[in-house]
């Protein structure tokens, strides 16, 4: 019987799963005919009943009654994750959460295969956590024993840009010095790697990778920048109430411009400050907006408008974003331009860690052939332009920007567990 392995990437925004069975590599349909899914779960209130990606997604958008969960991987490696959080009413803690998706993962490829499958490699971003050595060693450890929880009996890792760079290097004729930008949701990491089509078969790589780099900024990371310039000042953000007049409390839209926070905002005691605080507003009509997203619980829908509007960005240069759910006719005008102002630290960000990545390499910008592009924020024109500036003289690969990293790390379990 031929040997079996699989690759999972379970990414901050998007998730897959890849099969090594024998000589054949591929992507499991996880959803209908889509080799990915949202990583996404809703709770149903009336038992828990969990639905997974685009079904979790459209039962949060139909409003349903319960829960609803995004961006789980950056609770990895924080306090959070021995926290948990309250689910329809009951105390959840994350590692259970994060299992619950993982086996929906795991038999989706059981179903494909009909064969137990027992390997795996897990693909992990550089750094889990910034600057943090002891919290990135936790994350991985967190996230091998829910990979163990769930039925897996070997787990290896591996980083996600070379997991991408294996996935494109079966393309390559000769060898060439590549350069992988893996920009997801929630990080964006960086390999220099010699790739050739003969090095297919070599079980140790360590000697074709020069360096990796690593930096927690990625997508969610541009839509909080986009909110917080330019929707949620139509909420109130930066105004100010109160005889001396201050400013309103900042964090509460923090909080409200991530995924993994903003259900913590749902409670009695911050709707009854924010009610508080609209009697002193010096701007009610929008402060009041505001107000009306946490009685409603509809922070999902304000950052799903942001990302929305994000992604549309990317095709066209203004972008009426609507915002009918929480005020009839809302719509706030949104222009190419003002989005790249408010990202442009964090692209700067991501330049400066592949910056780092060639220094680290001891190369130069022009010992660059290719450049792999890999995760949904490589499709921002501001990201695009700035690699194409970093290098010029290289080829640019991009093809399948979001299931790449999937398809290598089972490329990658079919050498491990061979």
Known sequence: MAHLSC????????????????????????????????????????????????????????????????????VLGTSLMKQGTLVNGKLMKFDRIIALFLKELRNKAHQHTSREIDNVVMGRPVHFVDHDPEADRRAEDELRTIAEMVGFKHVAFQFEPIAAAFAHEVNIKGEKLAIVADLGGGTSDFTVIRLSDQYLGRADRSSDILANTGVRVGGNDLDKDLSLEVILPEFGYRSTYGDKKLEVPLKLYHDLAEWSKVNFLYTPKIVSQTRQLLIQSHDKIKFRRLLQVLETETGHSLLAAAEDTKIALTAQERYDASFGFVEDGLLIPVTRGQFEDAVQHEVEKISNAAAQCLKQAMISNDDIELVILTGGTTEVPLVQQTFRQIFPKAALADENKLSSVGLGLAYDSRKKFA
């Open 7 to 74: 690759g999972i990437d379970f990414g901050t925004s998007n998730s897959s799963i890849a099969i090594a069975e024998g000589d054949t590599v591929s992507l499991v349909p996880v959803e209908d005919v889509q080799v990915t899914k949202p990583s996404a779960i809703f709770f149903q209130k009336k038992d828990n009943a969990a639905s997974f990606g685009r079904a979790a997604v459209k039962m949060f958008f139909d409003r349903h009654e319960g829960r609803f969960m995004r961006s789980l991987k950056r």
